[in-house]
């Protein structure tokens, strides 16, 4: 990992050093988010917004309260972020004959590949979704599948591929956490409530994985939401998952709002130390921890890298090949990386406007109401959006309306939430996947458009 010195520098300690109870315990505070972000980032993106998205400002109180120690009045300024950082995050599947609590837990293939750039200009984080299907060469194998990487050569390895993919972003900090530790943890939570979009079942025994779900809004215990986060077996492969593993996100976010958590603070925080494996230090762990606490909800983005299934019949389970055009502009928009060599139109140009013809809209129905999706459609067509098409319905009904960025262009979304006047824009990728924008139609629409 290079640059480490650099990285460690550039964070500015505080003027006055706490004492070292006060210390140990915000060591603590950031232990639980961090944990509830690997772990469920080990099967899939999951719940890495309970520490960055920002925290519920509620919880932090009822913790800081509950021991006595007053986080606002100790000089929250002290830890601050002074220049932007790519951290890489990497969740790591069971390892065969692994014994418990041995650094051999960490040696397995990466289920999930996340890299996420703080900015504390814009005071904002983006969080890019790495398929672990995406192609590249790895020294020795010669063309693999991403996820091999930290298996082949660790975090060093997995950091230099992720590197070069993102436009050879520089990643100078990583964290890794055992799969294990997922299922151990919403157990700890007494589980969580979610929605299941489809029922769901699969087996597979190579990781000693059995799914079997119906579909609704369930409180799922630890092995359960695991089934959720992993589900593969639609056709769609790690690209369809990442829309359900998202979902688990507020899930975990709402369970943390409980005053039963609190108890449970000393055993998370050992979990977190068994099967979580960083070369963070504990300055730049508070120093992280402090920018998120800072952070309104707005400032959090999450896009998948943008590409294509290698396959010529769309099977979206063989190598995922990245759309450089669409990486290159998500790398300018959301971690102001540039490319060496922009291709020529917009995607790759973000100072030319956006034209409602070339973006592909799906429209979806999540109202009381079906036929206001049709409405709406056909209103975006008289407008200039000309490839528009009504997908089948999401089966949770929505007071709000929603525009997806799913493939991570924030100006379109702009764009269409003015034509509308309507629609929250959310910066991730649980849409339908071959569009650019998904518009998920809710009661709010209803009223405006009948």
């Known amino acids: 990992m290079k640059n480490l010195s650099i990285f460690k520098r550039n964070f500015v300690k505080p003027a006055d050093r706490k004492s070292r109870q006060k210390l140990k315990l915000a060591i603590c505070i950031f232990g639980l988010f961090v944990l509830i972000v690997t772990a469920a980032i080990s099967a899939g993106l999951g719940a890495i917004t309970a520490l960055l998205a920002p925290v519920e400002p509620q919880m932090i109180s009822k913790v800081l309260d509950a021991t006595g120690f007053n986080y606002i009045s100790s000089n929250r300024s002290g830890?601050?972020?002074?220049?932007?950082?790519?951290?890489?995050?990497?969740?790591?599947?069971?390892?065969?004959?692994?014994?418990?609590?041995?650094?051999?837990?960490?040696?397995?293939?990466?289920?999930?590949?996340?890299?996420?750039?703080?900015?504390?200009?814009?005071?904002?984080?983006?969080?890019?979704?790495?398929?672990?299907?995406?192609?590249?060469?790895?020294?020795?194998?010669?063309?693999?599948?991403?996820?091999?990487?930290?298996?082949?050569?660790?975090?060093?390895?997995?950091?230099?591929?992720?590197?070069?993919?993102?436009?050879?972003?520089?990643?100078?900090?990583?964290?890794?956490?055992?799969?294990?530790?997922?299922?151990?943890?919403?157990?700890?939570?007494?589980?969580?409530?979610?929605?299941?979009?489809?029922?769901?079942?699969?087996?597979?025994?190579?990781?000693?994985?059995?799914?079997?779900?119906?579909?609704?809004?369930?409180?799922?215990n630890g092995e359960e939401a695991e089934q959720l986060a992993r589900f593969r077996n639609d056709g769609l492969g790690d690209i369809g998952r990442i829309g359900r593993q998202q979902s688990l996100i507020q899930a975990i976010r709402n369970r943390l709002a409980s005053p039963s958590v609190l108890v449970r603070l000393p055993q998370i925080v050992r979990l977190m130390q068994k099967y979580v494996d960083t070369n963070l230090n504990f300055e730049e762990i508070l120093t992280i921890a402090n920018f998120g606490l800072q952070l309104e909800r707005d400032n959090f983005k999450m896009v998948m890298l943008p590409g294509r299934s290698s396959s010529s019949q769309g099977d979206l389970r063989s190598y995922w090949i990245v759309d450089v055009a669409g990486r290159d502009r998500i790398m300018t928009q959301y971690f102001k990386q540039g490319a060496a060599d922009f291709a020529q139109g917009r995607t790759a140009n973000p100072s030319q406007p956006v034209s409602p013809s070339s973006l592909k809209i799906a429209v979806q129905n999540a109202s009381s109401n079906p036929k206001t999706a049709k409405t709406v459609a056909e209103f975006l067509r008289k407008k200039g959006f000309s490839n528009v098409s009504v997908v089948k319905d999401w089966p949770d009904k929505q007071r709000q309306s929603q525009i997806i960025v799913q493939q991570g262009d924030l100006e379109a979304a702009n764009l269409l939430q003015k034509t509308l006047g309507y629609g929250k824009i959310e910066a991730s990728s649980t849409g339908e996947i071959e569009s650019d924008l998904t518009l998920r139609v809710g009661e709010d629409l209803v009223k405006r458009f009948n």
């Open 79 to 220: 830890y601050r972020l002074s220049r932007p950082v790519n951290i890489l995050i990497l969740g790591i599947d069971r390892v065969p004959g692994s014994v418990p609590n041995s650094r051999k837990i960490f040696n397995g293939r990466s289920d999930t590949i996340l890299l996420f750039h703080l900015d504390p200009r814009e005071k904002s984080i983006s969080l890019l979704s790495i398929p672990r299907d995406t192609k590249v060469e790895i020294p020795g194998i010669s063309f693999s599948k991403i996820n091999e990487a930290n298996a082949r050569g660790g975090a060093v390895l997995a950091a230099r591929l992720v590197s070069t993919i993102a436009n050879n972003a520089t990643i100078e900090r990583y964290v890794r956490v055992s799969s294990v530790a997922f299922r151990e943890l919403v157990d700890l939570l007494d589980g969580v409530e979610v929605f299941v979009p489809r029922a769901m079942s699969y087996t597979d025994k190579a990781q000693k994985l059995s799914i079997n779900l119906a579909q609704g809004w369930q409180n799922l």
